[in-house]
């Protein structure tokens, strides 16, 4: 299992998040006050996969398009184009709050035992369940995860074959490229080269290229390309931030490191979505 985390406060703001791969189970799990994320401007992934999300806010408001708002805890097992590839006609959601915190799991939808799609609305879990995704929050660590995947199993909600599976150690080809790519995580950076992490990796472009290629298969990352999943992890925090009560597009671009104003919109109308002040304005936190 490989882990990073970030934290980056703006403004009024806070957005904390920690990540961690295993070769068939993505968990994710983030803290966003006073941030709104909805789907309806999520940037999409250009990958295409089969997979779904576990998504359990610990904290906050979950909103379906159109529905009543529902209070944390809840859970709801959202398919891919609702959330990672949102498409048109699919829900969308909205999740916020004065303090949200959000664990999300990305798994194969072979390995999931609970209906999937927003359409199901929220699934019951188990309070063994929630005590450990409690537990994950207060300490975000591999063990932490470990003992959520367990509990999930345990209760059903996924597969035992995937929870037997999880590896505790990688080889070191795959911590040697994640030890470059993890302070790109830690400083929110989606701007460098494959030329400065093979640098910072001390490796040659053709041997970063076979090394990185290697992660990216085997842990289901960057889907079109390296350069493609930085571009939409840029568009993607540039997006949430946008709902920041005390910011404004220029901040936003500033902290996302785009060069101007102007390259953040051509960067929103290239991802076919609306000027950054209108998503502000649809997205903005008001409490």
């Given amino acids: 299992m490989l882990s990073a985390q970030s934290h980056l406060d703006f403004g009024s703001s806070t957005l904390q998040s920690t990540i961690f791969l295993e070769r068939r189970i993505r968990v994710h799990l983030m ?33 379906i398009a159109g529905g009543a708002p529902v209070a944390a805890p809840c859970a709801f097992v959202l398919a891919e184009t609702e959330f990672d590839r949102v498409v048109r006609g699919a829900h969308t959601f909205r999740s916020f709050g004065e303090r949200c915190t959000i664990i999300e799991a990305r798994v194969d939808m072979a390995d999931l035992r609970r209906p999937i799609g927003l ?16 537990a994950l929050e207060a300490e975000p660590s591999e063990p932490r995860v470990f003992e959520l995947i367990a509990a999930l199993g345990a209760a059903g909600v996924l597969s035992g074959d995937l929870t037997a599976s999880v590896v505790a150690v990688e080889p070191e080809r795959f911590q040697r490229v994640w030890a470059v790519l993890r302070p790109l995580y ?48 840029r568009l993607r925090a540039a997006v ?48």
């Fill in 186 to 233: 830690q400083n929110l950076s989606a701007s460098a080269s494959l030329k400065q992490i093979a640098v910072l990796a001390g490796l040659s472009l053709r041997q970063l290229g076979r090394d990185l290629g290697d992660l990216t298969r085997t842990f289901g990352l960057f889907g079109a390309g390296f350069r493609d999943a930085t571009h939409v992890l």
């Fill in 119 to 134: 359409a199901h609305g929220p699934i019951e879990l188990a309070a063994p369940v929630w005590t450990a995704y409690h």
């Fill in 31 to 63: 803290r966003r006050d006073r941030l709104v994320f909805d789907s309806a401007y999520a940037p999409p992934a250009k990958n295409q996969s089969s997979n779904a999300h576990l998504f359990a806010q610990l904290a906050g408001t979950f909103e």
């Fill in 240 to 287: 949430l931030l946008l709902s920041a009560p005390d910011g404004t597009p220029s901040d936003v671009a500033r902290q996302v490191g785009y060069g101007s104003l102007d390259a953040m919109g051509r960067a929103f109308r290239d991802a076919h979505l609306p000027a950054p002040s209108v998503i502000q304005e649809a997205v903005r936190y008001r409490g």
